[in-house]
């Protein structure tokens, strides 16, 4: 009933745990949301009948203010020293750099990438619609520093025999785990005593920073594989739109190379 739901989520509550507890929320609402779709959709006719009528977590309502919007931008000093800093050839390691490089695509995307998913010849990665978050095919164009990093990757993983290019070291058939990345990431940062960013702000710093730089919204949404919602995106549009995904990389590469070239300069005059 409603009232097992707000008692099971009121004892973890009481144990301290905030926006886990409207994760938990969400689950039990999509559980019930499956159970009552299977067991009275009129075309399946399904044999399984958990006699549900309603969605007992409905009414149980979400702490709004347990939830908070991203705000964090990520400096290119702080992009830099990370990138120079994380060199080690640790799998979460490369994958922090690959979020940088791709301007910021879902880390939990580039972590199920395959082989066969990375065109060198066309300078393509082809995100499949199981590894994208909307569910759609998602194509990325490759910069020189992603095209590097992937050709490593690719190399390590044919060598291995795997087509994982984030294979995990435990269980060759899975990748590693998504929050190996944000846990390298917020280690070092405790180590350094550096002020907190995760691999996900980096997708709001390449926005900000190509829309700085006269990338038009449309586009950076593109680069980012959102969902357009409006009716001609939806049903008339098949263009790919891949010229101009290109083209706002290409301004992302230059800015990413100035970035990382400035700390290299700078080291260079202190040495001197």
């Known amino acids: 009933t409603s009232g097992d739901i707000r008692d099971i989520l009121a004892h973890h509550i009481k144990r301290g745990l905030t926006t886990t ?117 998602h194509v990325v164009p490759l910069n020189e520093y992603s095209r590097d990093i992937l050709t490593y990757l690719c190399e390590k993983a044919r060598a291995r025999h795997n087509p994982l290019l984030f294979a995990s070291p435990k269980n060759p058939d899975e990748h590693i785990g998504i929050t190996s990345v944000p846990h390298l990431l917020g280690k070092w940062q405790r180590e350094r005593k550096l002020k907190r960013w995760s691999p996900r702000d980096i997708r709001r710093t390449a926005k900000t920073v190509l829309g700085q730089l006269g990338v038009s919204k449309e586009d950076r949404d593109r680069l980012h594989g959102h969902a357009m919602h409006d009716v001609s995106s939806r049903h008339y549009d098949r263009y790919d739109y891949l010229a101009e995904k290109r083209a706002a990389m290409v301004v992302w590469e230059e800015w990413l190379s100035d970035t990382l070239s400035q700390r290299n300069n700078s080291r260079s005059r202190c040495s001197t």
């Not at 499956?34 to 979400?62: F, K, T």
């Not at 908070?68 to 000093?77: A, I, L, N």
């Open 21 to 137: 507890t409207n994760r938990l929320r969400s689950w039990l609402h999509t559980a019930y949301q499956y159970g009552l779709a299977i067991e009275h959709d009129p075309r399946r006719q399904s044999v399984v009948r958990w006699e549900l009528e309603s969605n007992p977590v409905s009414v149980v309502p979400r702490q709004a203010d347990w939830e908070r919007q991203g705000e964090r931008v990520v400096s290119d000093k702080e992009i830099s020293q990370a990138w120079h800093e994380l060199r080690q050839y640790s799998p979460a390691a490369i994958a922090l750099r690959l979020v940088i490089a791709t301007a910021g695509q879902r880390p939990q995307s580039l972590l199920r990438l395959q082989v066969v998913n990375i065109d060198f010849d066309q300078g393509v990665i082809e995100i499949p619609a199981a590894a994208s978050k909307n569910g759609q095919p």
